[in-house]
């Protein structure tokens, strides 16, 4: 059977809105799209870290509880569990400040056996921290040589941009083990300067062959050797925007699984079922602007359960 891994941060995010903090969910980038696929019941594997207190003993309780296996989660003793405060301005898209207290080792697994047409999903910060690096990009490129299919996100934050001239060159790194680069606008204009999803494919097309490009409400764009289109979102009044882009992601792996779409197949899937996936992926992260969760709900994945 095959399987799906997420590699990733983790943090517990804590929201608040009007100056006041109001609820405290399991985060990080690709733990959000695990949580997701695991009320799917997709076969996912979480790959990250956490303490061994009380705020890492609740988020393994939680993603176990959702399906998730922690087999190969990294818990250590001599740190803290990482914290995000995520702040809801009046559109309520978020900003972030965030507190992390790693040990000196970091991610001291063994990691999966990756094996042909797996799913590894991996990206934000995490995939350019120095700290992990070496461990994480030895794993992608393994998985990339058996011909998993492989999905980057960059996710860039405005916070690290002072380190961009050392952060590029790894997150071209990264693109180019990845048939699908799936990016906001806000990290391409970050990373490249780019202002469209053409000016941002033509900077990166020569890395990797599939670019998905989110705009919020503007619509998706998908590039690729021999496509060229731009799809719609819904018109919403969202409630939170935090974890949008991670259930974006989610969708694409989704439909990847379900559909049976092979690594080989990626580079030649035609618009009619490009479109079907980015629609499902339109379909996750709006469902998720629309609570205050990171992932979309249990009622909401009764409707997709195969």
């Not at 790194?173 to 699908?180: F, G, V, Y």
């Not at 033509?202 to 989110?214: A, E, G, M, S």
């Not at 496509?227 to 919403?236: A, D, F, G, N």
């Not at 259930?247 to 690594?263: D, E, Q």
């Amino acid at each position: 059977m095959r399987k799906i891994y997420a590699i990733g941060e983790t943090v517990l995010d804590i929201i608040f809105k009007n100056n006041q903090p109001f609820a405290a969910k399991a985060g990080g980038a690709c733990l959000n799209s695990s949580v997701t696929l695991g009320r799917l019941d997709m076969p996912v594997f979480f790959i990250g870290e956490y303490g061994l207190d009380e705020v890492g003993n609740l988020i393994d309780r939680f993603l176990k509880e959702n399906n998730v296996s922690t087999q190969y989660v990294y818990r250590y003793y001599d740190g803290k569990s990482s914290l995000a405060l995520a702040f809801l301005n009046e559109n309520n898209d978020a900003s972030y400040d965030f507190y992390k207290f790693y040990p000196e080792k970091r991610l001291q697994i063994e990691f999966p056996e990756v094996q042909a047409n797996d799913i590894v999903l991996f990206g934000s910060v995490y995939a350019i921290t120095p700290e992990v690096r070496n461990k994480l990009l030895g794993f992608v490129k393994q998985a990339c040589k058996r011909k998993a299919i492989i999905i980057y996100d960059p996710n860039f934050r405005k916070q690290h941009l002072h380190n961009l001239t050392k952060l590029q060159p790894m997150i071209f790194e990264n693109m180019a083990l990845a048939n699908i680069v799936r990016g906001s606008n806000e990290d391409f204009s970050f990373i490249l300067g780019a202002n469209t999803a053409d000016e941002a494919y033509q900077q990166i097309c020569d890395k990797t062959p599939n670019l998905l490009y989110t705009a919020n409400i503007k619509g998706v764009w998908l590039r690729s050797p021999s496509l060229r289109r731009q799809y719609p979102v819904h018109s919403i009044q969202p409630i939170s925007t935090i974890g949008a882009g991670d259930n974006f992601n989610a969708g694409v792996v989704y439909s990847l699984y379900t559909h049976n779409i092979l690594h080989d197949d990626i580079d030649r899937l035609n618009e009619s079922t490009w479109s079907e996936i980015i629609q499902t992926a339109v379909d996750f992260a709006t469902q998720v602007c629309l609570s205050y969760d990171n992932y979309i709900s249990n009622e909401f994945a009764v409707n997709y359960k195969k």
